[in-house]
């Protein structure tokens, strides 16, 4: 049977690694990533009698192109396309860390959240409804303490049969506002992307879009390469939506893009998902 692939993502001191040792136990391969330094480790979990592949992806805050990491973890996930993605969030700052869960998936990756370190956040009186953040979020979230092994089965668990039942069909990118100045240049840009099949898929149309506002230049190297011709119109009209924020906002679709990501988490994490022991007492 084909191989069933997991990759695992997460900010640095999330616990990702301890979940992957936790996982794969000795079943597991350290090296690197062909010509550069970041560590490639993968290996095997044990899932109801059946052998799950793990990758770990570098660990990253953000999938722009600012670290090597950044540009490995986004590149395995769009080129090795994993069945499914478990990203290793830090309860105990969920609003930081839910900026990279985010951004997988706007790269459309079916992904599932383990709510880590979550016998310090109880210590510290947060309380989190992981169902309620589940159902806003549209994707399975589990608590666990990677340390003691708490939860990381039915984490697992819940990622693979999201991954089996997403495996016919294509990745579906998150789609969120990102406000009356952006959306619409982002959809032009987004309808141009799919006309001329730049990138011909690899990425998705509107994440495409999204990182060319963000100036990223390691995608408008490639886009170059790919076709200039294309790239220079995507470039025009980038440039014309920062000329316009620069003059009404004194701003730059960079800086947009980051306050419509957090407003979105945080309008998400308002709605009750979140609850300190010291308000519940509060309210009585
Ligand atoms: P990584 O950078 O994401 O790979 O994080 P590590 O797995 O190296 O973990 C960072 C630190 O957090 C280590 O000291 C771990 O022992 C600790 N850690 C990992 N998971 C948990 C957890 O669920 N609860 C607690 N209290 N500590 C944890
Ligand atoms: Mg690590």
């Known amino acids: ?38 560590e490639k480790k993968e290996g095997y979990a044990r899932l109801d009698g059946r052998d799950i592949h793990i990758v770990d992806l570098p660990g990253t805050y953000s999938l722009t192109a600012y670290t090597q990491e950044e540009v490995v973890a986004r590149s395995v996930l769009a080129d090795d396309r994993p069945d499914v993605v478990i990203d290793v969030v830090n309860a105990g700052a969920l609003e930081r860390n839910l900026y990279l869960a985010v951004q997988i998936m706007e790269m459309g990756a079916p992904v599932a959240i383990g709510l880590n370190m979550m016998d310090e956040a109880r210590k510290q009186g947060l309380r989190i409804d992981a169902e309620r953040l589940a159902g806003l979020l549209g994707v399975p979230v589990v608590e666990t303490v990677a340390r003691t092994g ?7 668990r819940q990622a693979v049969a999201l991954g089996e039942a997403r495996s016919a069909t294509p990745w579906t990118p998150l789609s969120i506002s990102y406000g009356a100045d952006l959306d619409p240049v ?24 999204l990182k060319y506002l963000e100036s990223d230049e390691h995608i408008m190297n490639l886009g170059r390469e790919a ?21 009404t906002l004194n701003s730059y679709p960079e800086a947009v893009i980051a306050d419509y990501r957090y407003g979105y988490i945080s309008s998400v994490l308002r709605q009750g998902v979140v609850t300190r022991h010291d308000e519940l007492a509060n309210r009585m």
């Open 1 to 38: 049977s084909r191989r069933f692939v997991v990759a695992l993502a997460g900010n640095p001191n999330s616990g990702k690694t301890t979940a992957f040792n936790e996982y794969t136990g000795a079943r597991q391969h350290v090296g690197n990533y062909p010509g550069i330094t970041v």
């Open 227 to 247: 076709s200039a011709a294309a790239s220079a119109q995507l470039e025009d009209m980038v440039r014309e939506v920062s000329d316009h924020l620069k003059v």
């Open 150 to 156: 708490e939860g990381l089965q039915e984490l697992l």
């Open 186 to 209: 982002i959809r032009r840009m987004e309808n141009f992307i799919e006309e001329q099949q730049f990138f011909a898929g690899r990425y998705p149309a509107r994440w495409v879009a």
